[in-house]
């Protein structure tokens, strides 16, 4: 017991306790004036605009289109559900450094979804559209496995017994089945989002430069793989 406690503690200490005191340190030597000068710098706001806006605009669209996957996937029989089943854990698995590349190459000018996209006006690499698609990437398992077992332990009899009282399918969503998945959902979308604004390595490939990308990124990339070996 003790030598857990102190091994717990230390670990605790060296990811978490310490970095934090370092900033409050560094933050408690800043006057007021100067902290409030750093904080509230044109960089700064731009930074948070486009961090918090980026993050909730995608923590948005997966609540939405992550609860519809869910649906499929619990609701319906179909061939190849196991696979989808299977790539919506994709995100975990894939680096974000990887995960960045893929999506810029994909939404670039010369993309298999850019050359289509871009003549109509839709820019999908190097501009914040790109970070909410980025950001969209890899929040999406968070609201589909969090609503999974919600959906498949809701009984389906009540369902029934609201359309054996007339209840059409639209206010049986609304009544019925929407109070129950609000919570999971909400709880998705929590996830989503603080998942969202802690992202970085997709985020700085897919809203870099194209120098970037075909310079500078494949030799990250390929000191990162030299490090595992």
């Known amino acids: 017991m003790p030598l857990t406690l102190g091994y717990t503690v230390w670990y605790l200490s060296a990811v978490v306790l310490l970095p934090v005191g370092a900033l409050l340190w560094y933050g408690l030597g800043l006057s007021w004036s100067e902290f409030w000068r750093l904080a509230a710098a044109e960089r700064a706001l731009a930074a948070y605009r486009l961090t918090f806006g980026a993050s909730f605009l995608a923590a948005l669209v997966n609540a939405v289109f992550g609860t519809l996957v869910a649906w499929v996937l619990v609701r319906y029989r179909f061939p190849g559900r ?130 970037f990308e075909t310079e500078i990124a494949p030799l990250l990339v390929v000191v990162r793989l030299e490090g595992f070996d």
């Open 82 to 211: 196991r696979l989808l089943d299977a790539l919506v854990d994709f995100p975990f698995a894939l680096p974000t450094a990887v995960a960045g590349l893929t999506l810029a190459h994909l939404y670039s000018e010369e993309g298999w979804l850019g050359r289509w996209l871009v003549p109509l006006g839709v820019h999908g690499a190097y501009t914040q559209l790109g970070v909410v698609i980025a950001l969209t990437f890899i929040g999406l398992p968070f609201v589909v496995r969090t609503l999974q077992p919600v959906l498949e332990g809701f009984e389906t009899e009540v369902e029934e017994a609201a359309a054996t009282l007339g209840a059409g399918r639209c206010r049986t969503f609304l009544r019925v089945i929407a109070p129950t998945l609000l919570p999971a959902i909400l709880t998705g979308f929590a996830l989503a989002f603080a998942r969202a604004i802690g992202e970085y390595g997709s985020v700085i490939f897919i809203a870099g430069n194209r120098r």
